[in-house]
């Protein structure tokens, strides 16, 4: 079946500093991926999106690329602010025009210390 | 972009009282929505599938007669957590996918926080 792997946390950073959050999958097909953002007492909100092979996904300065060499869609910001502190999921998604459930990652919790 | 409505934000209710979650999608129709439950420090945990005009898909180990879902229209999905204990104080999500295109993804709705005292 479907699973996704997340780097576990918590992370804690400086601001301005380089961020890095690994996530890696397995799947059947060809599924879609996705990045989701948690504020504090929030719900999710899409933060990128990468729906085939090679295609990068990027928002708000985080980027992540569609790897299916190594099934992976590792995120990353060159610069992080105080205010992206938050819990990153990685979910999979089935492939463009499907409606199967996401799959999420276990979420990495990110402090961005000023 | 595709929106999702969920409300109450945040419910406290007596044990052994029913709780009705709405979600409803805004600008576009959703043929499918997904209910998820998040324990604290947790990832999401699918509950069950909402299927419009059929029965909600329920995951294993979740008890269809307690977490009542219905469907009945292209844009409104209710769970109904029946007969609610302590142990169900959690954050529910609901979500969708707007099928027109791909651009959306999946959207979620805001959250529910139960607290059952």
């Known amino acids: 079946g479907n699973s996704v792997t997340q780097m576990e946390g918590p992370v804690t950073l400086s601001e301005e500093a380089f961020l890095t959050i690994n996530c890696t999958y397995t799947a059947t097909g060809y599924p879609s991926l996705f990045w989701y953002v948690q504020y504090p007492g929030e719900g999710l909100q899409l933060l990128l999106k990468?729906?085939?092979?090679?295609d990068k996904g990027s928002n708000k300065g985080f980027e992540a690329t569609y790897r299916k060499e190594t099934t992976s869609f590792h995120l990353e910001k060159g610069s992080v602010q105080v205010s992206d502190s938050a819990v990153y999921f990685c979910a999979l998604g089935g492939a463009s025009g499907s409606a199967r459930q996401l799959t999420f990652g276990s979420g990495t919790q990110l402090t961005v210390l000023p | 972009g595709a929106v999702v409505s969920q409300h109450p934000s945040r419910v406290i209710c007596k044990s052994g009282t029913s709780v009705k979650i709405e979600c409803r999608s805004l600008?576009?129709?959703?043929?499918?929505m997904f209910w998820y439950r998040q324990f604290p420090k947790q990832s999401l945990m699918l509950m069950a599938t909402?299927?419009?005009?059929?029965?909600?898909?329920?995951e294993q180990g979740v008890e269809k007669d307690k977490f009542l879902i219905n469907h009945a229209s292209l844009t409104l999905s209710t769970l109904t957590v029946t007969s609610a204990h302590p142990e169900d104080s959690s954050f529910y999500i609901c979500?969708?996918?707007?099928?027109?295109?791909?651009?959306?993804?999946?959207?979620f709705g805001s959250g529910t926080r139960l607290t059952v005292v």
């Open positions: 600008d576009f129709q959703a043929t499918t």
């Open positions: 979500s969708a996918r707007d099928l027109r295109g791909q651009v959306y993804g999946y959207t």
């Open positions: 990468a729906t085939k092979a090679d």
């Open positions: 909402s299927n419009e005009g059929s029965k909600a898909t329920y």
